[in-house]
């Protein structure tokens, strides 16, 4: 189906194209999706979007300030529009959403300027890309007509859609043990309904599979994209460094047979310090930039991991090319870096391989070198298979951990993932992957928690190079944290745990501040406090232009070190993408001046642009490189990105419902984690799930929320409920839709009762078994 973002991409060109060249490049043939275009074109014309221009060619009309951006919307119904150029979110009133959906990329037209605080207002001109084709809906009857109709679970869709092809069975709606899934056959327009038919039934008790193909489906992420018949291209061993020699180890934690590959490593002492090699799996060389695979990995975007499994990112024959195997020849983009004795950064290159790993590194070879006595000559058994790379393996722990010390940039805290078998793979480190604008602590007896620190360094060193070359490339942007919610955060902390110490003026960085943590009793209910104030990460594209780009730039990289992924292309496209670049500046990128010129430049060494003063790249390899390298390819990553946190978030959500659902009615200890003026959020020990103890259940007495000290306070009793306290609490409710948990506070009379009870139930046994015994000495 041909969507208008396609129509108007065909179109954005200076020359305009004709209607029959349109046609083509949006490959219709059929007549009435050329009547559907025409119908198209003259709408998005009577618009002012498209314009006319000589020889009846298309174009878009620069003359009006239309702006693109995504639709989002609040669950109470008001709506902006996110810009595209990241500029300031635009108000929607609701009878300018022009039938807008929640997530749709639209055009809007700014009809009031935004004054002091108050945001520009704006009208949605038209839809470019419909975010929802799919989506999850209850089925009901309409009170008036009895006819069915499927209303959207999520609530920032309020509409009604009308159902088509509906066969009449004896069921009965609507049906609380069911959701349906419903496909989008028409898009509402005026005055008239969108309408779509039933795909199938999902029940919310179906087990695991069950709710992982709930959270799909409610995600918008699709299992069933159409992989091309495409071969990976094959690659040449001409010019690549043979490094089979170097017995190389892979790192793993991850135990699903499916589970994404990774980086191999190998280390080596080095003037004093340690020479690293970071070996990635080579994707980018497989595939051409805008070809067919290239496109498919586009729309996927990212792995996924589904608890236990995984969702693959790569077609079976990327896969099986490019994966690491044990004691196989396997080509490799390489990276070799040196640090000296502090862990600082002296040297690095860049360069095509071919490797031959070794072994592979599991938690429980690490578990045993650390449980390991310093001074001891025996191997330990889980040691045996790797005896002779042991020296290599404590070059590489070594390394890592000096690394690790250095890196006072990243927050890192602790995960709190519930130990449970369906969300094994998850609880694991996810390398060089933030999905929380936080990245895990280090743990010494993950694997991948070893190789998640090469993996970020090399990242770094990647940005450093490309910035030299002047080339583009993807890096991750953490925002800043508000000095206020640090403030905050502060005053919360020091209630909590008075040990922790300011500076003279009151003033703390967030750093220090989560330093502050680490030998506090509170650890936890602290680090879920940080958790709440850390802003998100996306993705940006940089681009330079000219001289004082590259000059402002240098200093940035310096000042925040950027982190631009490569290292793992099996994980997520826009590793894939900076792949691209870096494998096309070490194949295609020109070494020396000229072909009569001696003295050639190995581009993949460090400070190599100082000696170039050339063009790396011919003029179309350049251009195509250009037109793959912009804001909305940015977009659609960073709205994968979102799908991809927001599965991760409730796949651990309905893990620990479905826990809860089991101890409903139950009494069990838990921990305030959060106060509000309706009520306070606990967290069940055993679970780590946290539930709303709403202010109306708490009926001995009027609770006053006071803000500053973040508590409730009782009027009469002066009773408080504040963060880090401990309370027994009973499971009421579970909605598992929502990934909400009713709990109620179990209270002293309560319990007390309770005693009693047992108590009396107790002697009542004893007397009865008494007179047992009694009657039986009768007898």
Known sequence: MTSVLKILESLDCEDGLEVSKLERSLKITKKIDKDNLNVAIKALTKLGIVQTIIDDKLTINNDIDFLRGRVRCSSKGYCFVVREDQGEDIYIREGNLNNAWHGDSVIVLITKQGVRRRAPEGRIQCVLQRYNDTLLAKVEPDKTTGELKAYPLDDRIPVTIELEDVIETNKKYPDKDLIHEIKITKYPIAQFNAKGSIVRELSINSGVEGDIELLLSKNNISKSLVEPKVAPKKISSKGRSDLTAQPSLLFESWESTNSPSL???????????????????????????GGKLDRYLKDKGEVICLGNNWLEFLNESLRSASQFKINEECEAISLMIDINADGNITDWKFTLSIIK???????????AINNRKAK?????????????????????????????????ISIKLDEYIPKLERLSE???????????????????????????IYIRLSNNILSKHLIGYRLPFIYKEHEEIDQSSINELTKSALALDKQITVNVDGTITSSELIKSFESSSEKKILHKLVKHIIPGVHLKLYEINTHEDITHLNHDAAQTNFESPWCCPSLNYWNIFNQFILSLLLSEGKSKSSSRSKQTVELGKNDSWREVDWEIFPSKLKEIIGNHSNLRLINNLNEIRKKSKSFRNNIISIAQGREAQKIIGKEVTAIITGVQSYGFFAEIDDLTAE???????????????????????????????????????RVLKVDILKNQIDLELVKEKEKEKEKEKETETETETETINTIKVESDNED
């Open 263 to 289: 980086p191999g490593l190998y280390a080596q002492p080095y003037e004093g310090g340690n020479r690293i090699w970071v070996h990635a799996p080579t994707i980018s060389e497989r595939i051409n930039l």
């Open 357 to 367: 790993p070794v072994k592979i590194i599991t938690p429980k070879h690490l578990t």
């Open 376 to 408: 001891s000559k025996s191997v330990p058994i889980a040691l045996k298979g790797i005896k002779d790379n042991l020296e290599v393996l404590y070059t590489l722990l070594h390394s890592a951990k000096i690394i690790n010390n250095m890196n006072n």
């Open 426 to 452: 998850l609880s694991k480190t996810f390398p060089g992957r933030d999905f929380h604008g936080w990245s895990k602590t280090y743990d010494c007896c993950d694997p991948q928690s070893i190789i998640d």
């Open 691 to 729: 539930g709303l103890v709403h202010v109306s259940t708490l009926g001995d007495d009027w609770y006053e929320y006071r803000s500053r000290q973040n508590l409730l306070v009782g009027r009469k009793s002066k009773k408080t409920y504040q963060l880090a306290q401990k309370i027994n609490v």
